[in-house]
């Protein structure tokens, strides 16, 4: 039977159907299906016409060593595990505005600077354009040469002819395949992107840094289908407004996807921020509505200022509002220490915000989350506003405080930054009530 010359893709997961669904029948996301065109079906390959080979005992395989090329970023080369690997695919994704392009374009004029050949492929920016940023970024910036160029064919032409070591292209969504109908950026396309430029990358032993957008939900546009493909998997997040960003490995074939790296926007560029914890404390308020988290970044602790507001509310339902950490834990925070620790917020809005535009994704904030609108709540700071506290702990649904990963680097990371008192899951603090206890002395119930 012949191919049906159109598809209906799922935009999330991927899934091909011949017919349009309302609910994707892979991933049950809905209205996620897209019609594509689909390339003129290649010839199918009988299954006749293979060659057996003989597999290797895993022993007698020789490991591959992977020479690393330094892009002069010391936080980049420290997420992709060591610096770049020949031959490489890193997908590196975050929304508009974020740094991708300046963090690429420092990382080529490093290299460059460095003595590698290097090329920058724009499909988002003319040459012009590109131009103008490099003039502000440090390095060998201007010294690395770039194709603002949408085609496809052309892309991969010039990716042979030249033979980059490190290539930049910026974005998968924007280049564009001729033989295939749909538009740039649509899943069929940027799926064949990237795997034609995958197969020439291997084949020609070229790294190259693919940037990605992400969707207004988060996801980097033809997801799966791009992960499957690809080495590395970079998230660079963030505000736009805010000067910090995280970049961190969702993927890593050649490192851990444990780390973290803090960067700063600045005129000149994106600026490694080493003494992350030492900038968030000190920028800490201690007001009341404040509490810094001693949190883990992977393997990497973090200090982080985590700040509530507590504010009455005309409306119904009254606003839950989440920045940094995930909506769903804030209102199992609330619940809890209405239900079991005595502090409900009734129909007051509660806004959460973790400093600095940073994410923290995992439980061990929850108490950090709990003693924020506690003190927000009371209109009286930790610890009595004298001696800095930090925190740390998950929120369990019956009031209980549940231990998280690595206590110990949280209490060193916590006591390197004058902070010498830390309420943690333990012995005396084996409850929310009691972790609000010993934060909240002699907070006296809030006026009216
Ligand atoms: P950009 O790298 O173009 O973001 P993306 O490629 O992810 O869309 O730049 C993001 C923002 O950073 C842009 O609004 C301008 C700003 N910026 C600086 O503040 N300092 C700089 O040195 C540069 C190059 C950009
Ligand atoms: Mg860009």
Same mark, same amino acid.
């Not at 893709?9 to 669904?21: L, N, P, R």
């Not at 970023?73 to 997420?79: A, K, S």
């Given at each position: 039977?012949?191919?049906?010359?159109?598809?209906?893709?799922?935009?999330?997961?991927?899934?091909?159907?011949?017919?349009?669904?309302?609910?994707?029948?892979?991933?049950? #996301?809905?209205?996620?299906?897209?019609?594509?065109?689909?390339?003129?079906?290649?010839?199918?390959?009988?299954?006749?016409?293979?060659?057996?080979?003989?597999?290797?005992?895993?022993?007698?395989?020789?490991?591959?060593?992977?020479?690393?090329?330094?892009?002069?970023?010391?936080?980049?080369?420290?997420?992709?595990?060591?610096?770049?690997?020949?031959?490489?695919?890193?997908?590196?994704?975050?929304?508009?505005? @974020?740094?991708?392009?300046?963090?690429?374009?420092?990382?080529?004029?490093?290299?460059?600077?460095?003595?590698?050949?290097? !090329?920058?492929?724009?499909?988002?920016?003319?040459?012009?354009?590109?131009?103008?940023?490099?003039?502000?970024?440090?390095?060998?910036?201007?010294?690395?040469?770039? !194709?603002?160029?949408?085609?496809?064919?052309?892309?991969?032409?010039?990716?042979?002819?030249?033979?980059?070591?490190?290539?930049?292209?910026?974005?998968?969504?924007?280049?564009?395949?001729?033989?295939?109908?749909?538009?740039?950026?649509?899943?069929?396309?940027?799926?064949?992107?990237?795997?034609?430029?995958?197969?020439?990358?291997?084949?020609?032993? @070229?790294?190259?840094? !693919?940037?990605?957008?992400?969707?207004?939900?988060?996801?980097?546009?033809?997801?799966?289908?791009?992960?499957?493909?690809?080495?590395?998997?970079?998230?660079?997040?963030?505000?736009?407004?805010?000067?910090?960003?995280?970049?961190?490995?969702?993927?890593?074939?050649?490192?851990?996807?444990?780390?973290?790296?803090?960067?700063?926007?600045?005129?000149?560029?994106?600026?490694?921020?080493?003494?992350?914890?030492?900038?968030?404390?000190?920028?800490?308020?201690? #007001?009341?509505?404040?509490?810094?988290?001693?949190?883990?970044?992977?393997?990497?602790?973090?200090?982080?200022?985590?700040?509530?507001?507590?504010?009455?509310?005309?409306?119904?339902?009254?606003?839950?509002?989440?920045?940094?950490?995930?909506?769903?834990? !804030?209102?199992?925070?609330?619940?809890?220490?209405?239900?079991?620790?005595?502090?409900?917020?009734?129909?007051?809005?509660?806004?959460?915000?973790?400093?600095?535009?940073?994410?923290?994704?995992?439980?061990?904030?929850?108490?950090?989350?709990?003693?924020?609108?506690?003190?927000?709540?009371?209109?009286?700071?930790?610890?009595?506003?004298?001696?800095?506290?930090?925190? %740390?702990?998950?929120?369990?649904?019956?009031?209980?405080?549940?231990?998280?990963?690595?206590?110990?680097?949280?209490?060193?990371?916590?006591?390197? %930054?004058?902070?010498?008192?830390?309420? #943690?899951?333990?012995? #005396?603090?084996?409850?929310?009530?009691?972790?609000?206890?010993?934060?909240?002395?002699?907070?006296?119930?809030?006026?009216?």
């Amino acid at each position: 039977m012949a191919k049906p010359a159109t598809v209906f893709v799922c935009s999330a997961c991927g899934t091909e159907s011949a017919k349009w669904h309302g609910q994707c029948p892979g991933c049950g #996301a809905w209205n996620s299906l897209a019609e594509e065109a689909r390339a003129p079906a290649r010839a199918a390959r009988s299954s006749g016409g293979g060659r057996a080979v003989k597999p290797v005992r895993l022993a007698d395989v020789r490991p591959e060593r992977h020479a690393r090329l330094s892009t002069g970023i010391g936080e980049l080369d420290r997420i992709l595990g060591g610096g770049v690997v020949p031959g490489s695919l890193v997908l590196i994704g975050g929304s508009p505005g @974020i740094g991708k392009s300046t963090l690429t374009s420092m990382a080529l004029g490093h290299l460059q600077a460095a003595g590698r050949r290097t !090329l920058y492929v724009s499909g988002e920016e003319s040459a012009a354009q590109i131009r103008l940023r490099a003039e502000r970024l440090p390095g060998g910036a201007l010294d690395v040469p770039v !194709l603002a160029e949408t085609d496809l064919d052309t892309v991969l032409a010039t990716l042979d002819a030249e033979r980059p070591e490190v290539c930049v292209v910026d974005s998968v969504q924007t280049l564009h395949a001729a033989d295939l109908t749909g538009a740039a950026g649509s899943v069929g396309q940027v799926r064949e992107v990237a795997d034609r430029i995958t197969r020439l990358a291997k084949a020609r032993s @070229i790294a190259v840094l !693919l940037v990605g957008h992400v969707t207004k939900e988060g996801a980097l546009a033809g997801p799966r289908v791009l992960e499957h493909l690809v080495d590395c998997v970079l998230q660079f997040e963030g505000e736009r407004e805010r000067t910090y960003r995280t970049l961190r490995a969702l993927k890593n074939r050649f490192g851990s996807t444990n780390d973290v790296g803090v960067f700063e926007m600045r005129q000149g560029g994106l600026v490694e921020v080493a003494d992350a914890s030492a900038r968030f404390v000190g920028e800490a308020t201690r #007001a009341p509505g404040s509490a810094i988290l001693a949190a883990m970044e992977g393997s990497r602790p973090l200090l982080v200022e985590v700040q509530a507001l507590v504010s009455p509310s005309e409306l119904v339902p009254p606003r839950r509002v989440a920045n940094g950490i995930d909506r769903n834990r !804030l209102a199992l925070v609330l619940a809890v220490l209405g239900r079991h620790a005595g502090l409900g917020v009734g129909s007051a809005d509660v806004f959460v915000n973790v400093a600095g535009g940073v994410r923290v994704d995992e439980p061990g904030a929850d108490l950090a989350v709990a003693l924020a609108v506690a003190s927000a709540q009371r209109g009286a700071p930790l610890g009595g506003g004298e001696q800095p506290i930090a925190c %740390f702990g998950e929120v369990g649904l019956t009031g209980e405080l549940r231990s998280v990963a690595h206590p110990d680097r949280r209490h060193a990371e916590a006591a390197k %930054f004058g902070l010498q008192s830390v309420i #943690a899951p333990g012995e #005396a603090v084996a409850t929310l009530r009691q972790a609000l206890r010993a934060a909240l002395p002699a907070a006296a119930p809030r006026a009216a």
